[in-house]
C-alpha cells in the first residue's frame, strides 16, 4: 500500500517555475514508477511525465519537453516535478501516480493515485 500527498502547487506567472512534490508513504518505495498527470478545466486527465523505478529512465509528453524535469529521491520517498518555463495552457490540477516496477502512460497502469495540487498560470 503506497499514500500519496502532492504539494508545491501555485499561481505563477507565465515564464516562471514551480516545483511539484510528491511525497509517499509505505514501504518499498523505491520500486514503484511514479507518473504525473494533469486535468485541466473541462479536460480529461493527460500524461505528463513518468520515471521508472531507481530512477534510470524518464519519459516526458511532447509538450512539456524541455521544460519539465521530472527527478526522485528514495532516500525522502519523493518525487519532484521542475517546472519551468510555464504557459497559461499549463494550469491544471496535477496528480502523481504510483505502480509497482513499471509505468506508463497509461493511466490505469497505476494502482495509486494522490489527491491533486493545483497549478495555476497566469498571463
Known amino acids: 500500500q503506497v499514500q500519496l500527498v502532492e504539494s508545491g502547487g501555485g499561481l505563477v506567472q507565465a515564464g516562471g517555475s514551480l516545483r511539484l512534490s510528491c511525497a509517499a508513504s509505505?514501504?518499498?518505495?523505491?520500486?514503484?514508477?511514479v507518473g504525473w498527470f494533469r486535468q485541466a478545466p473541462g479536460k480529461e486527465r493527460e500524461f505528463v511525465a513518468v520515471i521508472s523505478w531507481r530512477g534510470g529512465t524518464t519519459d516526458y509528453v511532447d509538450f512539456v519537453k524541455g521544460r519539465f524535469t521530472i527527478s526522485r529521491d528514495d532516500a525522502k520517498n519523493t518525487v519532484y516535478l521542475q517546472m519551468n518555463s510555464l504557459k497559461p495552457e499549463d494550469t491544471a490540477v496535477y496528480y502523481c501516480?504510483?505502480?509497482?516496477?513499471?509505468?506508463?502512460?497509461?493511466?490505469?497502469?497505476?494502482?495509486?493515485w494522490g489527491q491533486g495540487t493545483q497549478v495555476t498560470v497566469a498571463s
Open positions: 501516480a504510483a505502480a509497482k516496477f513499471y509505468g506508463g502512460r497509461t493511466q490505469n497502469e497505476y494502482a495509486y
Open positions: 509505505g514501504r518499498a518505495f523505491s520500486t514503484y514508477a
